[in-house]
């Protein structure tokens, strides 16, 4: 079993920054991969970001590269996600995901064993 928390969300103005973060436990946190999705009301769940059990590789959704940064801190059980230059259409609930099975299929939300409650993020115009 694994637990994940997210927190850090909230109401921000456009071009503003937050940072996200989602706190692990259960299991040993280096054993496995680690991912944000977010779903906007109406839409999909989406991927937004991952991160390899190592924290040596790290992939993204087009829509979000260069804005945003997913890094993890292993001695912390904790993966952050650093949003930068908001925009209105990121506003979503995030949540953050951890895959046990090292599956590259990083974008398919299936793949994932466990998530956290979400957290919700606001950008304002």
């Known amino acids: 079993q694994v637990q994940l928390v997210e927190s850090g969300g909230g109401l921000v103005q456009a071009g503003g920054s937050l940072r996200l973060s989602c706190a692990a436990s259960g299991r040993t946190f280096s054993s496995y991969d680690m991912a944000w999705f977010r779903q906007a009301p109406g839409k999909e769940r989406e991927f937004v970001a991952a991160?390899?059990?190592?924290?040596?590789?790290?992939y993204y959704a087009d829509s979000v590269k260069g804005r945003f940064t997913i890094s993890r801190v292993n001695a912390k059980n904790t993966v952050y996600l650093q949003m930068n230059s908001l925009k209105v259409e990121d506003t979503a609930v995030y949540y953050c995901?951890?895959?046990?099975?090292?599956?590259?299929?990083?974008?398919?939300?299936?793949?994932?064993?466990?998530w956290g409650q979400g957290t919700q993020v606001t950008v304002s115009s």
């Open positions: 991160i390899t059990r190592s924290g040596s590789n790290t």
């Open positions: 995901a951890a895959d046990l099975h090292g599956d590259r299929r990083r974008q398919l939300s299936w793949i994932y064993d466990y």
